[in-house]
């Protein structure tokens, strides 16, 4: 059984480019990949493991006939797998936008999203927008829109290489041009633009806007948060009712064992890579799901930067 493993989708973004291709040294579709779908289970969108005993299935048929093998004993078949894991390429800056709280995503026909940004590259001049300067209003906020003057009210954050933004539902947020980012999110695709900088979409014409919906969405006491960055070592990067998101740094030889039955576990790998039984291994940019009932224990080929996603069955 050991390791799961899955066919990538790619989605074509205005925003997106080549860098899966020329960073990550992924085979991927000509045209702007603004983003590869690692690991998802929506109506719309079903990852298809790659083989294995689940060879051939998508996740969501393989919880259906296998479910406490994967999830652990406490799961139904039928709820859906709780995590999506996504590459970004944003070769130019994405729209301004907030993902509803729980509270009101009901009220508003969507699905709460919480979400971590890690930086895997970004070039010199990369920055991520995120939550509001301090002392903006919803009132000033509003008036900065209608004068199509939204950017010097949203908080700037320059960031490099191993950075990470823990972006809860509710926070007004954008990644700006030249960051590869691996983004861990609730299994949510519901996102309200409030502002694209006069952009038009790859049809020409301009997308879609959702100002009510912004605006109901936004947490105006969310003042200028800040990246984590840590030089070295392990370190937690979000903890949340959502999720757990970790980072481990192992050395060439260095060992992690992940014990059965405690909970399933996501993996993946920034920088390097990990063989593991029958010197099968994950390398750069994989990202892999361990299963409820499997032991494993991973050893680092070369120094290894990678991330552990866990909680999220609970």
């Known amino acids: 059984m050991s390791i799961i493993r899955f066919q990538p989708i790619y989605q074509e973004r205005v925003w997106g480019g080549q860098d899966l291709r020329e960073v990550l040294g992924r085979d991927i579709p000509e045209g702007s990949i603004g983003e590869s779908w690692e690991i998802v ?89 995120a939550g509001l300067k301090d002392g903006v209003t919803r009132k000033s906020f509003e008036k900065a829109l209608r004068a199509n003057a939204a950017e010097p009210l949203v908080c700037a954050l320059p960031c490099k290489a191993g950075d990470s933004l823990f972006v809860p539902s509710g926070r007004l947020h954008a990644i700006d041009a030249g960051n590869l980012i691996l983004e861990i999110q609730q299994n949510s695709d519901t996102t309200y633009r409030v ?28 003042f200028e948060p800040a990246l984590m960055h840590v030089e070295g070592g392990d370190a937690v990067l979000a903890d949340s009712p959502e999720f757990r998101l970790r980072r481990l740094y192992l050395q060439k030889g260095e060992s992690y064992r992940i014990p059965p039955e405690e909970e399933p576990r996501i993996l993946s790998v920034v920088k390097g890579s990990l063989k593991y039984e029958a010197e099968q291994s994950i390398q750069t940019s994989d990202n892999v799901l361990v299963p409820y009932a499997e032991f494993i224990e991973l050893v680092a080929n070369e120094p290894t930067e990678l991330l552990i996603t866990d909680r999220f069955s609970r």
């Open 195 to 222: 502002y694209d900088w006069g952009r038009v979409g790859l049809d020409g014409k301009a997308r879609q806007l959702h100002i009510e919906e912004s605006l109901k969405s936004i947490d105006f006491e969310d």
């Open 41 to 129: 289970d929506r109506p719309e969108a079903n990852s298809k493991i790659v083989g294995g005993k689940w060879d051939g299935l998508s996740l969501r048929a393989a919880i259906e006939q296998d479910c406490h093998t994967i999830m652990g004993p406490y799961w139904e078949p039928s709820r859906t797998f709780p995590i999506l894991v996504k590459w970004l390429d944003c070769q130019e800056r994405l729209s301004l936008q907030v993902h509803p709280p729980a509270s009101i995503a009901p009220e508003l026909g969507g699905e709460p999203k919480t979400e971590n940004w890690y930086i895997a590259a970004a070039k010199p001049d990369a920055q991520l927008l």
